[in-house]
Nanobody, 126 residues
């Protein structure tokens, strides 16, 4: 089982950067695939990025080239580096963990994940 806690959200100007972190409490963090999702006001939760148990990453088209997902299994922590932020990136960001073992399949839907954090607000505004 995993308990996930996000941190690092806040208010940033357009073009700025933020780094989110997701700290996991479980002892087997490295055995989980991890992901970031976000939910803007009035919109459905959407996939942002995922990282496999190793280093395989995948991004939504809307953030590709601007966001970088990474993980440090020694620290039981996942990160999302967000650069060149725009107002479209304003949302609550959630981290998620998946215990499912997929072969040749990405973890890109909410149903692929078993555990969720409480979310952290990111607001991009001047």
């Amino acid at each position: 089982q995993q308990q996930l806690v996000e941190a690092g959200g806040g208010l940033v100007q357009p073009g700025g950067s933020l780094r989110l972190s997701c700290a996991a409490s479980g002892r087997t963090f490295s055995s989980y695939a991890m992901g970031w999702f976000r939910q803007a006001p009035g919109k459905d939760r959407e996939f942002v990025a995922q990282i496999s148990r190793g280093t395989l990453t995948y991004y939504a088209d809307s953030v590709k080239g601007r966001f970088t997902i990474s993980r440090d299994n020694n620290k039981n922590t996942m990160y999302l580096q967000m650069n060149s932020l725009t107002g479209e990136d304003t949302a609550i960001y959630y981290c998620a963990a998946s215990s499912r073992l997929y072969v040749a399949r990405l973890y890109v839907t909410s149903d692929d994940y078993d555990y969720w954090g409480q979310g952290t607000q990111v607001t991009v505004s001047s």
